[in-house]
């Protein structure tokens, strides 16, 4: 059994890790409950909330004094790129500023720690066209976000390669799956989607809006893969002081992807074609040789990922 710091842990990512990992671990979460919910969590003696942001560095100290951990995912942060630009200071608190005293203070308190793994984004890529993206493609962060997460996983690399505490980074491409919270309108689509459809099938007004032709294609990831690539990074020797794309190497067109959940559920959603998001890249797709060379397999593609998403929605509703 060992011990998980997991910040964020209420959130989407951090609590599908945080449930997986309760099953034979010890895990704390830190969450402010700003986008994630308790009910997230699975009941557990093994598990310990804190109610609290990562901002605040009276209570971190505290967390970091109090226990000894064998890992830590820090997955805590504003996600949403629109706020960013809306609240650059703010956000940059989050995204920036609370990773570098956390690393700092892990260093100075963790001397048992086995790895950090930090939640970058494939924001970092900008609008550079050239794809598939690799680790070493060219990086244009175009928001306070992207400038926020690519600061910050260099730091850690720093970190891990200046003062020997072992760290690593992931860039994640869209994850998908259950516990996404669709409450704003920059949640990630298949969240909004699904909560679409969900309200058409019980008989209320719902249709969707798709910026653009709808022809443009994301690399969308399942969450359980990439729990999958978070716990083969945290346990890894050579993952140590490297960065890893976290996708499935294949993309799809969001046209597609609502033609999918057509098929799945039997459902036809009204769809309003609008003008294209300002700022909206029309392609995206990960290259993930590097995360293969740590045994990784996507083990869902599209379909396969929106067929048991949608069943546990199902069966939770
Ligand atoms: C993703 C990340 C973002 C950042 C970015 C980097 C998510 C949720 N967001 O943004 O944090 O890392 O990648 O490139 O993973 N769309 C519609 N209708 C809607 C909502 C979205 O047509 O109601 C379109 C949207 O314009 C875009 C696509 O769907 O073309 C995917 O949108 P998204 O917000 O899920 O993710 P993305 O790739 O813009």
Do not use: C, W
Request: hydrophobic share 40%; no cysteine; proline share 3%.
């Amino acid at each position: 059994m060992s011990n998980y710091l997991i910040t964020g842990g209420a959130g989407f990512i951090g609590s599908n890790l945080a449930n997986h990992l309760l099953t034979n671990h010890k895990v704390v979460v830190i969450d402010d409950l700003s986008m994630g919910s308790i009910t997230n969590l699975n009941n557990s003696d093994k598990l310990t909330f804190i109610h609290g942001s990562v901002t605040d560095y009276d209570l971190m100290d505290k967390v970091l004094t109090d226990y000894q951990f064998d890992y830590i995912y820090h997955l805590a942060a504003i996600a949403s790129v629109a706020d960013s630009v809306d609240r650059p200071l703010a956000t940059h608190n989050v995204n920036f500023s609370s990773v570098l005293n956390l690393i700092e203070s892990v260093k100075i308190k963790q001397k048992g720690i086995k790895r950090l793994v930090f939640a970058s984004s494939a924001a970092v890529y900008g609008d550079e066209p050239t794809l598939p993206k690799k680790e070493e493609s060219v990086i244009r962060p175009l928001t306070p976000y992207a400038v926020d997460k690519f600061a910050a996983e260099k730091y850690v690399l720093a970190y891990n390669n200046l003062y020997n505490v072992p760290m690593s980074a992931v860039r994640f491409f869209n994850v998908y799956g259950p516990n996404q919270n669709p409450s704003s309108p920059y949640s990630g689509v298949i969240s909004l989607l699904v909560n679409q459809f969900e309200q058409h099938k019980s008989g209320n007004k719902a249709d969707f809006n798709i910026f653009g032709d709808g022809e443009q294609t994301r690399d969308f990831v399942y969450v359980k893969d990439v729990l999958n690539a978070l716990l083969l990074v945290g346990t890894s020797e050579q993952s140590k002081g490297e960065v890893y794309n976290v996708g499935t190497g294949r993309s799809t067109t969001l046209n597609t992807l609502i033609n999918t959940i057509s098929e799945i559920l039997d459902v036809e959603l009204p769809i309003i074609y609008k003008e294209p998001r300002i700022g909206d890249i029309t392609d995206s797709l990960a290259n993930i040789d590097k995360l293969k060379s740590l045994n990784f397999e996507a083990e869902f593609d599209i379909k396969a990922g929106l067929t048991v998403y949608l069943e546990r929605v199902k069966e939770t509703s």
